[in-house]
Nanobody
């Protein structure tokens, strides 16, 4: 069994910063591609950022230059540093991982989400 748990969400003023964490636990051999998504009220879930096992990153145009995805493989944790936040960044942020288990299975796992609210 593998779980992803996000943390770090909260209320922040426009222009502020937050750092989200996504910690993987369970029978993990290694984490492969890890992604962040978000879902704003009344909208579909959208992809935000990706980091590969080798550290290559990719971003949605809406967050490029403001958000940074990173990973700490020793801690089985992925981060999303969010700077210059805007009200339109308000959403529930989800982590999704492609994880190899100790049974050599590959699983696609979602976290439960963490709410980010950008408002004055």
């Amino acid at each position: 069994q593998v779980q992803l748990v996000e943390s770090g969400g909260g209320l922040v003023q426009p222009g502020g910063s937050l750092r989200l964490s996504c910690a993987a636990s369970g029978s993990i051999l290694d984490m492969n591609v890890m992604r962040w998504y978000r879902q704003a009220p009344g909208k579909e879930r959208e992809w935000v950022a990706t980091v590969t096992s080798g550290g290559t990153t990719n971003y949605a145009d809406s967050v490029k230059g403001r958000f940074t995805i990173s990973r700490d493989n020793a801690k089985n944790t992925v981060y999303l540093q969010m700077n210059s936040l805007k009200p339109e960044d308000t959403a529930v942020y989800y982590c999704k991982g492609h994880i190899r288990t100790t049974n050599f299975q590959y699983l696609e796992v979602w976290g439960q989400g963490t709410l980010v609210t950008v408002s004055s």
